[in-house]
């Protein structure tokens, strides 16, 4: 017989999607990152600590860590080229120096290019591509430092079968499940009694839900990880960590222009793996500095999209599409100059204990008369790809004490 725990222990995720789809329809708007995080779906996490690894692809390019003086190449000698980050190149790359000019022979006039022959600490050792045979030295002058140095593709011999492996270390990290709670209750005559306004016990649910929600969407947003133990009772309680902190990536403005929101969208779909389309999220100061501008206050209703239960504004640019929304939350936790660039495609949420709402008989346990429901859910949201997505601050406030 199919009953409903046996649909839990065989699929687990069937009745948790329905409930999570009834919730996210409580205000949507409201609570934007929770509400993608359930109609996106959620893992299951099978403790209170949850691991996981984060990894982006490698850096397309590194810079020069000190100045060269003097550099003369000739064809066919490697030379040591110090880059502060070493470890993104490997053996048979090429590289390009776009600063860097032959100033002479059949190859002037082009940017240098160049073999990686070996990796060390803090240099490569490369070999001139473009330097004519036979050339016993061209001056190229200095290579100043702050040099860009582009990664490009590998060249292998004819005979090579193998070459370097690509390596991507990803970084392990956690965040901790937080317990989320809420409780209603109401008087046992209360409930018999005849409603002038029809108010039921489902509508105080509701609006606990939407209190917990909202709660749920700051500590998503700008909660802290740790784990503290209560002084008296020694009773651990965790927090999770929000994904504010979780990206190194930062975009800072002082006035919302159409070229700072050019280099907004630049920032956020350039420079790292990602989607075509992400969701900005922002407080009432950032979203009123993007709307003044020109080119979004001519865009039509046309340009407006409701997607996960939310409607939102498309600004469209040769980058990509942002999915601007306003969040109250930002407001609420003294960002409203702030906002956030998400990747939806690269955002993980875990659940530990699936949302759930226990009925309590107060009246039966011989505690008061009273009727109760307590809704439960232990969760954490993660970043899979940091640096897909995008921190948004306003620049007289990114190096405020409450910045971070």
């Not at 329905?18 to 996106?40: F, G, H, N, W, Y």
């Not at 490997?90 to 990796?119: D, F, M, N, R």
């Not at 907004?264 to 999220?281: E, P, Y």
């Not at 500095?289 to 939310?310: F, N, Y």
Request: glycine share 8%.
């Amino acid at each position: 017989m199919l009953t409903t725990q046996l649909t839990n222990e065989l699929a687990p995720t069937l009745l948790r999607s329905e409930i999570d789809e009834r919730i996210a329809k409580v205000r949507p708007s409201s609570t934007p990152l929770d509400q993608i995080s359930r109609m996106v779906g959620a893992r299951k996490a099978k403790s209170m600590k949850v691991e996981y690894y984060s990894v982006d692809i490698k850096d397309g390019a590194s810079k020069t860590s000190r100045s060269l003086r003097g550099v003369t190449l000739a064809a066919g000698q490697s030379f040591e080229l110090p880059v502060e980050n070493a470890a993104i190149f490997t053996e048979t790359e090429t590289v390009l120096l776009p600063s860097v000019i032959i100033p002479k022979g059949s190859y002037k006039g082009q940017h240098l290019v160049a073999y990686v022959s070996a990796i060390n600490a803090d240099s490569i050792s490369l070999i001139p591509v473009n330097i004519p045979e036979g050339e016993a030295g061209i001056e190229i002058g200095t290579i100043e430092q702050g040099t860009n140095v582009t990664r490009m593709g590998r060249a292998a011999r004819e005979l090579d079968v193998q070459t370097s492996q690509y390596v991507a270390l990803p970084r392990k990290n956690y965040n901790f499940c937080q317990i989320f709670k809420s409780q209603v209750e109401e008087g046992f005559y209360q409930r018999l009694s005849d409603k002038e306004v029809g108010w039921t016990f489902s509508d105080q649910e509701e609006v606990a839900i939407m209190d917990m929600r909202m709660g749920i969407e700051k500590s998503f947003l700008f909660g802290a990880r740790a784990r503290i133990s209560l002084p008296d009772s020694q009773d651990e309680i965790l927090f999770t960590g929000g994904i504010w902190n979780q990206t190194d990536r930062t975009f800072t403005y002082e006035n919302m222009t159409e070229q700072g929101l050019t280099a907004l969208s630049r920032a956020a779909f350039t420079g790292r793996s990602g989607s075509s389309r992400k969701v900005l999220i922002g407080g009432s100061g950032l979203i009123e500095a993007i709307c003044m501008t020109p080119h979004v206050k001519s865009i039509s209703a046309d340009d407006r999209e409701v997607v996960w239960g939310i409607d939102f504004h498309r600004i469209v640019s040769k980058f990509g599409t942002l999915y601007v929304h306003h969040s109250e939350v930002f407001d609420l936790c003294g960002k409203e100059n702030c906002g956030m660039v998400i990747d939806p495609e690269y955002i993980t949420k875990y659940t530990h204990v699936p949302f759930s709402a226990d009925r309590i008989s107060f009246r039966k346990q011989g505690v008061r008369n009273t009727e109760g429901v307590v809704l439960t859910e232990a969760s954490c949201l993660v970043l899979r790809h940091p640096d897909s997505h995008l921190r948004i601050e306003m620049a007289s406030e990114a190096n405020s004490p409450s910045a971070r």
